[in-house]
């Protein structure tokens, strides 16, 4: 799998985590001539951070013909409780993945590459970029291959999705401010001699919290934090702290044994100012990092992926009648959405860890507001599973355009199944002939109409699922 021919291609993607591999795998399923660079060698570790899938990312993974299966290997939770006091109900979502999904990162990864490589992207592990170089019509990578020979590969585009310690971000010499919003977080993968009475386990004491998810095949992740026990991530840590933390967080350890994996780490909030510069981007890890609370790290990437990488193909096609501006969007789109995540992660992670009186009690009347208050719960969620992110449309635009698309039923099947072949799909009420009137449509178009015979409206939705343009009758 590791490339050894050919120097040449249309995209370069740094990174071989979740964020490159679905980008990499839609590009060349576009056509694109695409290679990955990963500096690991090939191996995916059953020792990982992400554990959990929104509902968002679930319907762009159907719209890979992914979904199902990842559904099918996971533990879905349609309950999220947070504090011992809120309680989101997760199956009121408009979506068809009304749950979030307990699963690793490895099985996001797995199926992933899988798909990558039926596809023909090209893989070169245990690679590394030492340097790169733009000018107005290609990005040169200076990179060490596995045995340690120096190479060049060039590219039209590059991508870096090389994680928080990106090589490319520190190449094109962006700041990444931020900092450190919390610090000794210890991660485990255990056993339990008692389940847990919820599927999701989490609470806070201002002093300690810790959380407690089922990976579905007997392994459970713990995470967990004590104001009492500052020390760097180099300290090492032992079964003992972590059972320590659940015991004065959630009341009991649950009779943790058999640990496979155990860590420590630090939760920094950082964005970089641009995801573009020329004809470098940067996604995920490498973009944007902020705390796990929420689980929307790699659902985040995941995202960023998406909605660039239709992009990059359409240009690459030449089907985009504007390139520029159609690639400048990427960064108008997603960097929002990634303040937006910072800060409601960030918002969770200080609430765990409130406690002086006053922060206590506005917790818990948030918390009562969030209970009583079914709109603002519904709005939460759709933050939190990423389905109520909707990307700003041109004054003037209809309401919907902006909205994600739900997978809305069609004389020729679900929305996400026409998705599948990666183009926009038209729909139009029955018996009309599908058009746009007034709006230039890309080259490639799926012509559907609504199951619906009632409906009159006309919608034209984008390859990432979101609404471009919609009319009413």
């Known amino acids: 799998m590791n490339g050894t021919a050919g120097t040449e291609f249309d995209v370069i993607v740094v990174g071989a985590g979740p964020t490159g591999l679905l980008l990499?795998?839609?590009?060349?399923?576009?056509?694109?001539?695409?290679?990955?660079?990963?500096r690991r060698p090939h191996e995916i570790s059953n020792m990982t951070r992400a554990f959990g899938v929104h509902a968002r990312t679930l319907e762009l993974l159907d719209a890979r013909d992914l979904a199902d299966e990842l559904v099918h290997k996971g533990t879905p939770v349609t309950r999220l409780r947070f504090f011992r006091k809120?309680?989101?109900?997760?199956?009121?979502?408009?979506?068809?993945?009304?749950?979030?999904?307990?699963?690793?990162?490895?099985?996001?990864?797995?199926?992933?590459?899988r798909r990558a490589v039926a596809a023909g992207v090209d893989f070169r592990y245990g690679t590394e970029l030492r340097a790169?170089?733009?000018?107005?019509?290609?990005?040169?990578?200076?990179v060490t291959g596995a045995d340690g020979t120096p190479g060049t590969l060039r590219a039209r585009y590059l991508v870096g999705t090389d994680g928080h310690r990106s090589a490319v971000r520190r190449e094109l010499g962006l700041?990444?401010?931020?900092?450190?919003?919390?610090?000794?977080?210890?991660?485990?993968?255990?056993?339990l001699a008692e389940e847990p009475g919820e599927l999701l386990t989490v609470n806070g004491t201002g002093e300690t919290f810790a959380f407690i998810a089922p990976f579905g095949d007997g392994w459970y992740r713990v995470m967990g934090w004590n104001r009492h026990r500052q020390v760097p991530d180099s300290e090492p840590v032992g079964l003992d702290e972590v059972r320590?933390?659940?015991?004065?967080a959630l009341g009991s350890d649950y009779g943790m044994h058999d640990a496979r994996w155990i860590s420590r780490f630090?939760?920094?909030?950082?964005?970089?100012?641009?995801?573009?510069?020329?004809?470098?981007?940067?996604?995920?890890?490498?973009?944007?990092?902020?705390?796990?609370?929420?689980?929307?790290?790699?659902?985040?990437?995941l995202q960023d992926a998406a909605n660039l990488s239709w992009k990059l193909a359409s240009v690459l096609r030449g089907e985009a009648p504007d390139p520029e501006a159609l690639l400048d969007s990427y960064h108008a789109e997603r960097h929002p959405v990634g303040t937006m995540v910072l800060r409601s992660s960030g918002a969770?992670?200080?609430?765990?860890?409130?406690?002086?009186?006053?922060?206590?009690?506005?917790?818990?009347?948030?918390?009562?507001?969030?209970?009583?208050?079914?709109?603002?719960?519904?709005?939460?969620?759709?933050?939190?599973?990423?389905?109520?992110?909707?990307?700003?449309?041109?004054?003037?635009?209809?309401?919907?355009?902006?909205?994600?698309?739900?997978d809305l039923a069609l004389t020729e099947g679900r929305l996400y199944e026409l998705l599948r072949k990666g183009q926009f799909v038209l729909v139009a009420p029955q018996g009309a002939a599908p058009q746009a009137p007034g709006v230039p449509l890309p080259g490639r178009v799926i012509r559907a109409s609504w199951a619906n015979s009632a409906r009159q409206d006309t919608v034209l939705v984008r390859p990432d699922g979101y609404i471009a343009w919609a009319a009413e009758a």
């Open 348 to 406: 969770l992670v200080r609430l765990a860890m409130a406690r002086n009186p006053f922060e206590r009690t506005a917790r818990a009347l948030g918390a009562a507001f969030l209970n009583a208050v079914r709109p603002a719960a519904t709005k939460a969620m759709g933050m939190i599973s990423g389905i109520g992110i909707a990307y700003r449309a041109e004054r003037g635009a209809h309401p919907l355009a902006g909205r994600r698309a739900p």
């Open 244 to 248: 320590e933390i659940a015991r004065l």
């Open 266 to 301: 630090h939760s920094d909030e950082r964005q970089v100012p641009a995801y573009r510069t020329g004809r470098v981007f940067l996604a995920g890890d490498a973009a944007h990092v902020h705390s796990p609370a929420g689980g929307q790290g790699m659902n985040t990437g």
């Open 24 to 38: 990499a795998g839609d590009l060349a399923a576009a056509g694109v001539n695409v290679t990955v660079v990963e």
């Open 86 to 113: 809120l309680s989101l109900d997760l199956s009121r979502l408009h979506s068809r993945f009304p749950f979030l999904l307990i699963t690793p990162q490895y099985e996001v990864e797995r199926l992933l590459e």
């Open 175 to 191: 700041p990444f401010p931020g900092g450190a919003v919390i610090r000794s977080i210890v991660l485990a993968d255990v056993r």
């Open 132 to 142: 790169l170089h733009q000018d107005d019509g290609t990005v040169t990578a200076e």
